[in-house]
């Protein structure tokens, strides 16, 4: 909690924010470890924004979360409507936390193809919330106030196992998916647990680490200390591993070759620019060239024209996924569609 007295500019409270945020792009040495972290930071001014301590301590919460929600690394000012903001933050949380008991939460799977062939190559497991409160709740509503309240935690398990007794359920059957992806957060990777649950994971379900991909994105696996030795215990298990939503984060080239991944994810903003943004059809090339050097096999998310799809494919993208080869739909419509075809 910064205090600050006699501000007379409004300017003048902006230059301190600023400066909070510019201590967080340094990383922070914990023995031999750098942490990578970053700040929201959440304003209120007396008196227009509460004539109490408990009042503009209140509200300079609610900027915080609007600070948060707004991708971290920033800062806002208090206004009126955050307080309803925070109002709904707070009934999420408190119904997420009953969600995965009454059993609300749904795994749609997203395909994964061949470039050159279009053959099913993979999936990726995205997690799909309907509330009986709220109707169906998109994941960019519900996942950031998961992750701030640790909830994620208990969520990510549940998608892992629920993920992979699918795949095992689908394999006995019949029906040959050759890989299955998973998203993993910060909260995941930082309890001292979490191999030990995805060992018992793998062993419950019977599931093959080979056919098994976590990805992990840029800002994650920075945050995480010690990442290098948990990411290499993944890796002896069998498991794959893939840098998601790669190019807009802030990874070295010298970090960056040292990671024990296979795979690269070119983020969706990049790709919704082909043919309209030469500076992201700039980025993607560059992203090719980086990752034949490094042997990285590479899929582009969000593509969704053909004309997106054969930009990629003259640069030798390996995979692809978005909306042009489906988007992500229960496992009976995935399992119909998919077997059709083979």
């Known amino acids: 909690i910064f205090l600050m007295e006699g501000v007379q500019r409004t300017e003048d409270v902006e230059v301190l924010a600023q400066e909070i945020l510019a201590a967080f792009e340094q990383p922070f040495r914990l023995g031999d470890t750098e942490l990578f972290l970053t700040a929201s930071v959440g304003i209120s001014l007396f008196p227009g924004d ?115 007794r699918q795949f095992m359920h689908w394999r006995e059957s019949g029906f040959d998916l050759p890989k299955v992806s998973v998203n993993l957060s910060v909260r995941q990777l930082e309890r001292p647990e979490f191999i030990d649950t995805l060992e018992r994971i793998l062993d419950e379900t019977g599931m093959d680490p080979h056919c098994l991909k976590l990805e992990l994105t840029e800002s994650v696996v ?16 069998g498991i794959s591993l893939a840098l998601d939503d790669f190019g807009t984060g802030y990874s070295s080239l010298s970090y960056l070759k040292m990671l024990p991944i296979q795979q690269l994810k070119i983020d969706r903003s990049f790709v919704e620019g082909i043919g309209r943004n030469s500076g992201d059809e700039a980025i993607i090339r560059t992203i090719m060239e980086l990752a034949r050097s490094l042997e990285f096999e590479v899929v582009a998310e969000g593509v969704e024209t053909a004309e997106q799809a054969g930009f990629l494919a003259e640069l030798g993208c390996q995979q692809l996924q978005g909306h042009l080869h489906g988007k992500a739909v229960a496992p009976a419509e995935f399992r119909a569609r998919w077997a059709a075809r083979a």
């Open 50 to 164: 509460g004539d109490s301590v408990l009042a503009l301590m209140r509200n300079a919460d609610s900027a915080m979360y609007r600070a948060k929600f707004s991708g971290r690394g920033n800062y806002h000012f208090y206004t009126p409507d955050m307080t309803r903001a925070v109002q709904e933050r707070v009934q999420i949380e408190n119904l997420l936390r009953r969600a995965l008991d009454h059993g609300e939460f749904r795994v749609h799977l997203q395909p994964q193809v061949d470039t050159q062939s279009g053959e099913l190559v993979g999936a990726e497991a995205l997690v799909r919330w309907q509330c009986p409160e709220l109707g169906e709740v998109m994941p960019t509503r519900f996942i950031p106030v998961a992750e701030d309240s640790g909830l994620i935690v208990g969520l990510g398990t549940w998608v892992l196992r629920e993920t992979c």
């Open 222 to 237: 920075m945050a995480v200390g010690d990442s290098f030795s948990l990411l290499d215990r993944l890796r002896s298990l």
